[in-house]
Nanobody, 126 residues
């Protein structure tokens, strides 16, 4: 079973950038579709971006399209989320998650992701 650990969160000023990392152990992450999500206090968890295990196709929520980029580095067993032009309203805990191994790509369907990391806090100051 794959285990996921997020890193790279922190405090950044509005307009700045961060790159989040989702590093796997216990299995090869290239066999899994991986998604990024965020959850702000008092709000539901929100889908941001996903990358398929086959051909590394990508899919984005409209709210982040053009500003966020999801990618893989299989040598590091890691999926990244590059976030640019950050705004204070995106302050939240950011999570990565993996769908079951070799499963159909769930894209933005949150309940299809089976394995979750513990999250990393991203705070954007105005």
């Amino acid at each position: 079973q794959v285990q996921l650990v997020e890193s790279g969160g922190g405090l950044v000023q509005a307009g700045g950038s961060l790159r989040l990392s989702c590093t796997a152990s216990g299995d090869t992450l290239s066999s899994y579709a991986v998604g990024w999500f965020r959850q702000a206090p008092g709000k539901e968890r929100e889908f941001l971006a996903s990358i398929s295990w086959f051909l590394d196709n990508t899919y984005y929520a409209d709210s982040v399209k053009g500003r966020f980029t999801i990618s893989r580095d299989n040598r590091k067993n890691t999926v990244f989320l590059q976030m640019n032009s950050l705004k204070p309203e995106v302050t939240a805990v950011y999570y990565c998650a993996a769908a079951p191994r070799y499963s159909q790509w769930p894209q933005g369907t949150i309940n299809e992701y089976a394995y979750w990391g513990q999250g990393t806090q991203v705070t954007v100051s105005s």
